[in-house]
C-alpha cells in the first residue's frame, strides 16, 4: 500500500472532487481515479461511489481515510525523527491574523535572525479559514489562528493544535451608552442597533448571532470590516456595535462592556499537520511560541 496513493484518498475524503483533488496535488484527475482504483484493488473494498457529478466515499473508504490520517502522520514523523537534533535550517512559512504576528511572532524573527541565521522564516497575513485551507494543502508549514469558546472552529484530523492564548471580548458602544447587564441583557438593548463583524472570517459574526439568538433577537448585521481599529472608528461615528477585546484600547467616544452569563473568550493557537512537530525549525518555534505565553 503506496502511502501517495493514501495522500490522494484522505484529499478526496476532504475535498469530495476528484478535480479539485488534482490541482491541489498537481496530477491529473484520470491518475487521481486509476490510483484509488489500485487502493481499492489491494485493500480489496470499493472506496468510492457515484453521487452525481461526484464522487464520495464509500463506508470502506472512510475508515481507510480515518486510519490514513494516522498513517501519513507516522510516515512524516518517521522522517523528521531520522535527525530532530539536526540545526534548524531552511525556509519555514508561517500564517496568522495581524494581532498575533504582531504579538507572537515579530519577537520571535528579530531573535531568531541573530540565534540561527539559517532559518528562513517567511510571514502571511491570513485568517484562521484562509490559513487552514494553506495548511491542508501544505502550503504552509504553521498557521497561527483563533476561535471563541461559544462556537468553536471545525478542526480536520490532520491538524495539531498549540494553545497559545485566551482573552476575554465584549461589546464596543458608544460612550454616553449606560447598557449593563450580562451578555443576554447588553445583546437585548441593542437588538435595534447595526451590529459590525469580520469581513474575512465568520468566528465573531457567529458568536454575535449566538448570543442574540439567546436574547431572541437576529442582529441586523450591516458592516463587515477587517481590522478592530476600523471597527471602534464605526462605533465613534455612531454606524454601529461590535466585538472587541477587553484589553485592547479604546478610542475616545467607545465603551467596553464586558460580557458574561455566557462569556465570549477568545482563543488562539498554532496549527500545524500532524506528524511535523518534530521537525527542527518547527520544533524550534514552537518551542518559541509557548515560551512566549
Keep these: 500500500m503506496e502511502t501517495r496513493r493514501l495522500r490522494l484518498l484522505l484529499e478526496l475524503s476532504r475535498l469530495g472532487s476528484m478535480r479539485e483533488v488534482s490541482d491541489v496535488l498537481g496530477v491529473t484527475t484520470s491518475t487521481v481515479s486509476q490510483q484509488i482504483a489500485v487502493l481499492g484493488r489491494e485493500v480489496g473494498a470499493d472506496l468510492i461511489e457515484p453521487d452525481g457529478r461526484r464522487v464520495r466515499l464509500t463506508p470502506a473508504g ?16 518517521a522522517y523528521a525523527d531520522l535527525d530532530p537534533g539536526a540545526e534548524p535550517t531552511g525556509c519555514l512559512r508561517v500564517a496568522g491574523y495581524v494581532t498575533a504576528i504582531r504579538r507572537f511572532l515579530l519577537p520571535i524573527v528579530a531573535d531568531l535572525a541573530v540565534t540561527h541565521p539559517k532559518l528562513e522564516l517567511l510571514m502571511y497575513e491570513h485568517e484562521p479559514v484562509e490559513a487552514f485551507t494553506l495548511l491542508a494543502a501544505d502550503d504552509l508549514d504553521l498557521a497561527l489562528v483563533y476561535d471563541y469558546t461559544l462556537v468553536p472552529a471545525s478542526i480536520d484530523a490532520t491538524v495539531e493544535l498549540t494553545p497559545l492564548h485566551t482573552a476575554s471580548w465584549g461589546l464596543g458602544v458608544p460612550a454616553e451608552s449606560t447598557a449593563s447587564g450580562n451578555a443576554l441583557a447588553v445583546f437585548g438593548q441593542f437588538r435595534d442597533e447595526s451590529w459590525i463583524v469580520n469581513s474575512r472570517n465568520t468566528a465573531d459574526e457567529n458568536v454575535v448571532r449566538a448570543i442574540a439568538s439567546l436574547a431572541g433577537f437576529e442582529p441586523r448585521i450591516a458592516h463587515y470590516i477587517d481590522g478592530l481599529e476600523l471597527v471602534q472608528e464605526l462605533i465613534v461615528a455612531g454606524l454601529g456595535v461590535g466585538l472587541l477585546p477587553i484589553d485592547w484600547p479604546t478610542l475616545p467616544g467607545v465603551r467596553l462592556l464586558p460580557l458574561a452569563e455566557p462569556a465570549v473568550t477568545f482563543r488562539s493557537y498554532a496549527a500545524i499537520r500532524q506528524g511535523r512537530g518534530t521537525w527542527p525549525p518547527l520544533a524550534l518555534l514552537l518551542a518559541r511560541l509557548r515560551a512566549a505565553i
Excluded: M, P, T
Design 62 to 77: 472512510r475508515r481507510l481515510a480515518d486510519h490514513a490520517v494516522k498513517i501519513l502522520a507516522a510516515v512524516e514523523a
